[in-house]
């Protein structure tokens, strides 16, 4: 059982609420739950016995009475709108409440600047919708062990969770954060050929899904590297080993580290303005 404090999700669109749904688990106790959300609608759908859903359309207050004695307030707001926001609830937040920002590029020195509170920032991927994600947490300056072990919690109901310097958050938002988009037009590539082959739709998603998923699931549980599985599956002079020595020609390893430069890149973009 995960036992965690008063918590508020500032925005609740698709990352705020793969976390609510983790913080909506059995093995999962809070002292409470607010979120809000621009619409009315959207708050409607969020409501329940465990979460006080509140809408700024029908309530402009709503963030600050959604922060009223929040131990934990989680910043799910896009990039531009965090600085404004912080601002907005710097009076209402309490002095022991820990404010946690899941927006790329937003820096907690910027952070810091605008609220007296520790600040911890947290770099969520998209399988954290089924609860297979894998987040980056990084503490402020005034952010205690203790802090930063209470946001690890929280996200490990979400998945898993790496504590790192804040030097390092962009470079794992390449790996992590994009990485699902990497799988996924690996995925819609090797779908497009299977059906070149002349395989339906509903085939050739069976076995493009089902081969992506299968070998992940293979991987975790053998305990192997993906060096050695492929070894395994690449027999001496066969039609894998003829496959793999194309993908080699592309020097596919280049170009992922031209890939993540990239997106590096970006990221530094975002964090100067």
Do not use: C
């Not at 983790?22 to 329940?48: E, M, Y």
């Not at 601002?87 to 937040?93: D, F, K, V």
Request: aromatic share 2%; glycine share 8%; proline share 4%.
């Amino acid at each position: 059982m995960t036992s965690l404090p008063t918590i508020a999700i500032l925005g609740a669109g698709s990352m705020g609420g793969a976390i609510l749904s983790g913080l909506l688990q059995p093995s999962v106790r809070t002292d409470g739950i607010r979120v809000t959300n621009r619409t009315q609608h959207k708050a409607d759908a969020l409501r329940s016995d465990r979460v006080i859903s509140l809408a700024l359309d029908a309530d402009p207050e709503a963030n600050a009475i959604a922060v009223d004695g929040a131990k934990i307030v989680i910043v799910g707001v896009k990039p531009a709108m965090v600085a404004d926001l912080l601002r907005e609830l710097a009076p209402a937040l309490a002095a022991d409440a820990i404010v946690v920002s899941v927006a790329a590029g937003v820096t907690i020195a910027t952070m810091e600047a605008i609220v007296p509170n520790v600040v911890v920032r947290a770099m969520p991927n998209t399988p954290a919708v089924v609860g297979k994600g894998v987040t980056g947490v990084s503490g402020g300056s005034r952010a205690t062990d203790a802090d930063v072990q209470l946001v690890r919690d929280l996200f490990e109901t979400v998945g898993d969770v790496l504590v790192i310097p804040e030097a390092k958050i962009d470079a794992l938002s390449t790996i992590s954060g994009s990485g699902p988009a990497y799988v996924f037009y690996l995925i819609e590539q090797l779908t497009r050929t299977a059906r070149g082959l002349g395989f339906t739709d509903d085939e050739a998603r069976v076995m493009v899904n089902g081969t992506f998923l299968g070998s992940a699931d293979l991987l975790v549980s053998s305990g192997e590297t993906p060096r050695e599985l492929r070894r395994r599956v690449t027999s001496p002079k066969g039609t894998t080993e003829r496959a793999v020595a194309e993908l080699e020609k592309a020097h596919l390893s280049d170009l992922f580290d031209r890939a993540t430069a990239a997106a590096l890149a970006r990221a530094k973009e975002l964090a100067a303005g």
